[in-house]
């Protein structure tokens, strides 16, 4: 049995954690970004690194909604909704990424080449903080039925009484 304050203290610190994340993958971005900007000069480029690196954590919304009917700002960036069990995270997949990169060979475009790129650093970054090496894979993720317990081992959950 946790208390009250227990629950405070891990729901911030998820949420610090969070947000740290969301922080550096922004950094990170724009810094892709301005080394895309020097060699094309291509705003458009310089638009989809950001956006692929950023905005790739919206699949967050899909897990989030597939729990919880209200949106809660709190509850949302503190990730406490996954204590509910399913991670699907539809665009965090390198399958994805992969047909991304061969489309992009393929059309011969710089555009669909660089949202392959900026999504796979993106993933990258988050697949280095993950104890399970294969969570990012779609197919490993079905294999596993996104049983949050199984894809993210390393997690800390709280106990059933005190979730949301
Ligand atoms: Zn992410």
Known sequence: ???SKDRSAFIRRRTVKNLLDIAAHVCIALALSFLVWKRSGSLAHVLI?????VLIDVDH????LSVQRRFDLT???STTYIEKGKVYLFLHSWELIALLFLLGFWLHSAGVFLCAFSLA???A???L???QPFVYFFIFRLINKFDVRKLFPDAEFLPEESRP
């Open 49 to 53: 690194v950001i956006c692929a690196g």
């Open 121 to 123: 650093v993106h993933v």
């Open 1 to 3: 049995m946790i208390t």
């Open 75 to 77: 509850l949302f960036f």
């Open 125 to 127: 970054v988050d697949n």
């Open 61 to 64: 919304f899909v897990d989030y």
């Open 129 to 131: 903080q993950r104890r």
